[in-house]
């Protein structure tokens, strides 16, 4: 019989919340670069089968957690951002949400981006905002807008410094670019489409300028707030 609390929630048919919690604590105790416990001693320290522990710890393994060297053993690695961001598109697919349910968890985010990244007051990562901001200023194409929008929303993420934003945005990456390419769609045959685009970003790349944290979360709701207005107008609506 099992005695310890994992084993116990094991026991009574939590196996899979209780194992995932088990061993995220037991890879936080460990630290990266660590190696894991041999298969057959992890099982018996948990009270669960070696079948169900060689699952868990598969998945992992796709996710990047963990990395298996033959003849070696299983290490704990740094989650890489494309990790979350393949967990991120299974559970879309799965859960058949579409990404424009994502759009206030995109809206929160952004807003707190922005603020951030006007405290903070980097030259050199608002630099490569602006740097975006010209781009789409000089695109002669929809699809050299799309990469100049894309590039804005990446820049402004990293200028916060702060490591998490900038992880999420980086496990975000697929399904930004997918929100923009979904937008642009839909915009090809608007004749400002340029213009609009443009209108929608300069004033967040000068709140940055000018360093004001209140001014750069309010442009960044009004950002989403033009291409909301723009797309419920009945002629941008789908048919």
């Keep these: 019989m099992p ?22 604590d037991l890879i936080r105790e460990l630290g990266e670069g660590a ?9 018996e320290r948990l009270g669960v089968s070696r079948g169900a522990l060689r699952d868990r710890l598969r998945l992992l393994e796709g996710f990047g957690v ?7 053993g299983t290490y704990v690695r740094r989650l890489a951002p494309e990790g979350l961001e393949f967990a991120l598109d299974l559970a879309l697919s799965a859960s058949h949400l579409s990404i424009e349910s994502l759009h206030s968890v995109r809206v929160a985010l952004e807003r707190q981006a922005a603020r951030e990244a006007a405290r903070r007051a980097d030259p050199v990562a608002i630099g490569h905002v602006g740097k975006a901001l010209a781009g789409m200023e000089a695109a002669a194409t929809a699809e050299d807008i799309d990469r100049a929008d894309f590039a804005f929303h990446q820049a402004l993420l990293h200028a916060t410094g702060n490591a998490a934003l900038t992880f999420f945005a980086d496990a975000m990456t697929g399904v930004l670019f997918r929100a923009v390419r979904q937008r642009r ?9 340029k213009e609009l685009s443009l209108a929608a970003h300069r004033p967040l790349y000068e709140a940055l300028l000018a360093g004001d944290e209140d001014a750069a979360g309010q442009a960044s709701d009004d950002h989403f707030q033009v291409w909301h207005d723009l797309f419920t107008q009945p002629e941008m609506r789908r048919p």
Excluded at 3 to 24: M, Q, R, V
Excluded at 35 to 43: D, G, I, S, V
């Design 3 to 24: 005695t310890d609390p994992a084993a116990a929630d094991f026991a009574s048919g939590s196996l899979a919340d209780a194992l995932s919690d088990a061993l995220s």
């Design 35 to 43: 190696r894991m416990p041999p298969e057959r001693e992890l099982a």
């Design 185 to 193: 769609d839909r915009l090809k045959t608007h004749p400002r489409d």
């Design 66 to 72: 963990l990395s298996r060297r033959q003849g070696s």
